[in-house]
């Protein structure tokens, strides 16, 4: 039996392909719902503004949760749909996107440095960073996320994004998610007391001074850039590229470049981490599985170390509105906009095989972030441009991870 | 005292105060005011310091000038569990350019826990008069729509010369034992909840530094910090509410006072109050309950009868 998901990754390629053919036309009925959702969602704002405690922090993280999820879902911002355009298409748009996004991010973080720990020589760490410890538990954490994208068809944030797009999978996926939280937290203390206590936290600045590392970052994203550009496979972007002169069209209904896409993020990122904290989408999914695992009692009464470390956070919080569940609030929902207008949002009933992969690649993605402290977002994303060493090793695990369940499902027939 | 000795006296304080002018004379006591804080914050010998629990509070918005401690590293030995050592502190000092000449005003989150903390760890080291905490702390700086600034602000290293530890402000347990055995006449306040008090709980819920055992140090007397802060704006209250506050469980300064909590810190908020605030004779205990409670054959007081958590 195959299970596969034949939305988990739209095809976009070819999507993209007949909108440089298509004449531009904004259907009246599409717009007016996606205006609705984009007025609620500003009500939503306001009220926070008005009644959140504390206010500013509240609707900020609000604010650029819709921020993150609009360009998400306009830039189709997705870590596994890039890598395979990679792998299949050696198609490198996408994986340039996410190198400058990166680049954005290790620039403006060592902006901020500069203002906030001038020297990064000493004992301490930049507050709130994403810095990790690195250990054989976070390479196992990057192939399980890995493993998970490659089975569910995304990782967690492109799940968040699809939600709004009325994807079959990622509700799914979300709940697997959970399980996998509640999975990581269950087997935390024999890794922790195995390996993560004595794994060392490895922040780049520390050795090599800010120059050093930013100029280190930049030669390697420098590198891999020439790379996909010499290995990969010339685009087709002449007949897009006429058609999107219309700005409302280049913004709303047109599939943002990937490089555009990565510009947003990594600048989201560092208003994120300068005014609230690092970016991160796992933060609230992990604490809600907490608090529920807890109250079955179901997990252990302590987890060795893991509120001390550096990353998303699954500290229970009784608040019912947190800084991290607004955010990806807004991300759902101004996906959800955003999506409506460009015609991309189209909801199917789930069969089994949506079901079964959604819930078990979910469960390796809730174990991943677990271990991970983080997912493709707070750790890769946010680990990287804190010039953090275990955003590296979380990458190469998840590059790893994916690659080889995705080679070995299609072997298995099991993936497409 | 007589009357030419009074009328001398009243002199010699008019005449001051005019010499002093009116900022000098907002910062005699150990409070300032925000308003006063705002404009004195271009004043060279003003350093403002603030020492907040929230990692990333400081740098994401503080006092426009602010200096940082982070108490967790900078005000402590992290392997001993002790207080900075002399050196340590001394080379803090001289980097944030704090000397006895230059009032030092520090401000914090949480009604400025840490902050008085960081007042008392200055005052053993021999700053105490020059040393304020801002009334009301973050708190009220941002209820009242002040600025705060991210830029980092240079300061000159100071000279300072650490003074010899003042024993008297710190209780150690064997002071504390004193008091249980009658041996001495202080009085030990625990600042805890009431349910950590009566011995209901150990420590509130998601605190992992703990002690065995539940209950309180015989003979202690029980005033939660939190009465003697105004909850609307984090401000004390006023000199008058706070002496009737502690009287009312026998403290009035006749006698010496251990302040004591969980860890040693929050009791240091109510240590500030009674030493500086009210003048009173006082001691911080910063061994605190996860000293004392785990202390074999100590006798405790344990009126919930609360024995390995649960009963």
């Known amino acids: 039996m195959s299970i596969s998901d034949d939305s988990g990754a739209l095809d976009y390629e070819l999507a993209r392909r007949q909108a440089g053919a298509e004449p531009i036309r904004l259907p009246p009925l599409r717009f007016i719902a996606a205006a609705v959702v984009a007025v609620a969602l500003a009500v939503s704002i306001y009220l926070v503004g008005r009644h959140g405690d504390p206010a500013p922090q509240l609707q900020l993280s609000l604010i650029l949760g819709a921020a993150f999820g609009f360009v998400l879902q306009r830039a189709r911002f997705c870590f596994f749909c890039i890598?395979?355009?990679?792998?299949?298409?050696?198609?490198?748009?996408?994986?340039?996107?996410?190198?400058?996004?990166?680049?954005?991010?290790?620039?403006?973080?060592?902006?901020?440095?500069?203002?906030?720990?001038?020297?990064?020589?000493?004992?301490?760490?930049?507050?709130?960073?994403?810095?990790?410890?690195?250990?054989?538990?976070?390479?196992?954490?990057?192939?399980?996320?890995?493993?998970?994208?490659?089975?569910?068809?995304?990782?967690?944030?492109?799940?968040?994004?699809?939600?709004?797009?009325?994807?079959?999978?990622?509700?799914?996926?979300?709940?697997?998610?959970?399980?996998?939280?509640?999975?990581?937290?269950?087997?935390?203390?024999?890794?922790?007391?195995?390996?993560?206590?004595?794994?060392?936290?490895?922040?780049?600045?520390?050795?090599?001074?800010?120059?050093?590392?930013?100029?280190?970052?930049?030669?390697?994203?420098?590198?891999?850039?020439?790379?996909?550009?010499?290995?990969?496979?010339?685009s087709e972007e002449g007949a897009a590229n006429k058609a999107q002169l219309d700005p409302v069209a280049a913004i709303f209904l047109r599939r943002w470049p990937a490089w555009l896409g990565g510009l947003f993020v990594g600048l989201i990122g560092v208003a994120a981490y300068l005014r609230l904290s690092p970016l991160g989408v796992t933060a609230e999914l992990g604490s809600r599985s907490r608090q529920l695992a807890t109250q079955f009692d179901w997990l252990p009464a302590r987890l060795e170390g893991l509120d001390s470390f550096r990353g998303c956070a699954t500290l229970i919080r009784d608040a019912l509105l947190t800084p991290n569940g607004l955010f990806?609030?807004?991300?759902?929902?101004?996906?959800?906009?955003?999506?409506?207008?460009?015609?991309?949002?189209?909801?199917?009933?789930?069969?089994?095989?949506?079901?079964?992969?959604?819930?078990?690649?979910?469960?390796?993605?809730?174990?991943?972030?677990?271990?991970?402290?983080?997912?493709?977002?707070?750790?890769?994303?946010?680990?990287?441009s804190a010039g953090a060493v275990s955003g590296w090793v979380f990458a190469l695990g998840l590059i790893v991870g994916m690659t080889a369940t995705l080679k070995l499902g299609r072997r298995l027939g099991l993936l497409d | 005292?007589?009357?030419?000795?009074?009328?001398?006296?009243?002199?010699?304080?008019?005449?001051?105060?005019?010499?002093?002018?009116?900022?000098?004379?907002?910062?005699?006591?150990?409070?300032?005011?925000?308003?006063?804080?705002?404009?004195?914050?271009?004043?060279?010998?003003?350093?403002?310091?603030?020492?907040?629990?929230?990692?990333?509070?400081?740098?994401?918005?503080?006092?426009?000038?602010?200096?940082?401690?982070?108490?967790?590293t900078d005000l402590v030995e992290t392997v001993s569990r002790d207080i900075a050592g002399p050196e340590k502190f001394q080379a803090l000092a001289r980097k944030l350019g704090v000397d006895k000449d230059v009032t030092v005003v520090l401000y914090g989150d949480n009604n400025n826990w840490f902050a008085a903390w960081g007042a008392w760890v200055f005052d053993i080291y021999g700053l105490r008069d020059n040393v304020k905490l801002l009334d009301g702390g973050r708190k009220k700086w941002e209820l009242e729509k002040r600025p705060v600034a991210t830029n980092p602000v240079p300061v000159k290293a100071s000279s300072f010369t650490v003074s010899e530890p003042n024993k008297a402000l710190r209780a150690r347990l064997t002071d504390v034992v004193a008091t249980v055995e009658k041996k001495s006449e202080a009085r030990v306040l625990d600042i805890r909840s009431p349910d950590e008090f009566s011995g209901k709980i150990i420590a509130p819920a998601g605190f992992q530094e703990l002690a065995l055992r539940a209950g309180h140090i015989p003979g202690s007397v029980n005033v939660p910090w939190a009465r003697a802060v105004n909850q609307a704006d984090g401000t004390l209250k006023s000199p008058e509410e706070l002496k009737k506050l502690y009287a009312e469980v026998g403290i009035?300064?006749?006698?010496?006072?251990?302040?004591?909590?969980?860890?040693?810190?929050?009791?240091?908020?109510?240590?500030?109050?009674?030493?500086?605030?009210?003048?009173?004779?006082?001691?911080?205990?910063?061994?605190?309950w996860t000293e004392y409670g785990n202390v074999v054959g100590l006798p405790i007081s344990n009126p919930a009868g609360t024995i390995w958590g649960g009963k």
Not at chain 1, 144 to 155: D, E, K, Q, R, Y
Not at chain 1, 348 to 366: D, E, I, S, Y
Not at chain 2, 268 to 286: C, E, K, M, P
């Open chain 2, 1 to 72: 005292m007589s009357v030419l000795s009074l009328i001398r006296h009243g002199v010699v304080v008019l005449a001051a105060s005019l010499a002093l002018g009116g900022a000098a004379l907002a910062q005699t006591g150990p409070l300032v005011s925000t308003e006063w804080l705002e404009k004195n914050l271009n004043d060279p010998k003003v350093r403002i310091v603030e020492v907040s629990v929230e990692p990333g509070i400081y740098e994401r918005g503080h006092i426009p000038g602010a200096q940082n401690i982070a108490w967790h």
């Open chain 1, 328 to 384: 990806i609030a807004g991300l759902v929902a101004a996906a959800f906009a955003a999506a409506l207008a460009a015609g991309e949002f189209k909801p199917r009933r789930p069969t089994g095989g949506h079901a079964l992969r959604g819930l078990v690649g979910g469960a390796l993605l809730g174990w991943g972030t677990v271990f991970g402290l983080g997912c493709t977002v707070g750790t890769l994303l946010s680990g990287i």
């Open chain 1, 83 to 234: 890598w395979k355009d990679w792998l299949d298409r050696s198609d490198p748009r996408g994986l340039l996107g996410i190198l400058t996004a990166l680049a954005v991010g290790l620039a403006g973080y060592t902006l901020i440095y500069g203002a906030w720990l001038p020297d990064p020589s000493g004992m301490r760490l930049p507050p709130t960073a994403h810095i990790g410890p690195v250990g054989p538990a976070l390479l196992l954490a990057g192939l399980a996320f890995g493993a998970g994208m490659a089975i569910s068809g995304s990782c967690i944030s492109a799940h968040l994004y699809r939600l709004g797009e009325g994807s079959p999978t990622s509700p799914f996926a979300l709940v697997g998610a959970g399980f996998g939280f509640v999975l990581g937290f269950l087997s935390w203390n024999e890794l922790y007391l195995l390996t993560i206590s004595e794994s060392p936290v490895l922040w780049l600045p520390r050795q090599l001074g800010y120059g050093g590392a930013l100029l280190a970052g930049f030669a390697v994203f420098g590198a891999l850039a020439w790379w996909l550009l010499r290995a990969g496979r010339p």
């Open chain 2, 252 to 288: 009035d300064g006749s006698k010496p006072v251990i302040t004591s909590c969980r860890i040693g810190e929050r009791s240091s908020h109510t240590w500030f109050i009674l030493s500086r605030v009210l003048g009173y004779q006082a001691a911080n205990y910063d061994g605190s």
